[in-house]
């Protein structure tokens, strides 16, 4: 993106993003994405932050996160709806870095307070399954279509698909799910049932 030289003013503005997105979580490459600062800007700001050098090497990165389970589905439905829910209120096709953090931290508010969390969920801390940097990925490939938000028409909740998938396998993270005998939550395209 073309912006005129950054002011004091944006500067500082950009910084306070960057300071909010280490502190939820994320990894130097992702800040540089979201905000207008350099790769070694964000490096020493992490350092700064969070007291340790950040993780190197690439992020880790799946395509296919969003259907591995029903738990990664739900929760991925529910921060992708808050930035789809903002980004019909905002005019501006450009990736906002104020709308992806509010999201997200909404997103965790709402995780947290789940009265009965599944055991995928309980094993996370704050029953957070996204981190903030493959939310990051997430965003971008709903934003490159590759991932669609779709109505069920069963239980009416709405959840996230692969573009890609034949629609048999675009499962309701709610109603196309059973538990075996763990207790762990299945698609049913995933039918390893002795008996039904
Ligand atoms: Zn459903």
């Known amino acids: 993106m073309i912006r005129s030289p950054l002011n004091r003013l944006s500067i500082g503005y950009e ?36 007291q340790q050098s950040p993780k190197q090497g690439l992020l880790p990165y799946d395509a296919y996160w969003i259907v591995r389970s029903s738990g990664n589905n739900s929760h991925a439905s529910i921060f992708l709806g808050l930035i789809d829910d ?73 959840y996230v698909v692969l573009s890609s998938m034949p629609k048999p396998f675009q499962q309701c993270p709610i109603c196309d799910v059973w538990a075996d005998k763990t207790g762990r939550r299945r698609w049913t395209t995933v039918n390893t049932r002795p008996h039904d």
């Open 86 to 158: 903002f980004s019909e209120q905002q005019s501006q096709t450009d990736f906002n870095t104020e709308a992806f953090i509010t999201a997200y931290e909404l997103y965790c508010q709402v995780v947290a307070n789940n009265l009965r969390p599944s055991k995928q969920e309980a094993s996370a801390p704050q029953s957070v399954l996204l981190n903030i940097n493959r939310a990051w990925q997430l965003a971008g490939q709903l934003n490159a279509k590759e991932m669609a938000l779709v109505i069920c028409d069963k239980c009416h909740a709405r």
């Open 15 to 50: 910084l306070t993003l960057a300071d909010r997105l280490f502190r939820l979580g994320a990894r130097p490459p992702v800040v540089c994405s979201l905000c207008h600062i350099g790769k070694k800007t964000a490096i020493r700001l992490y350092k700064t932050i969070l």
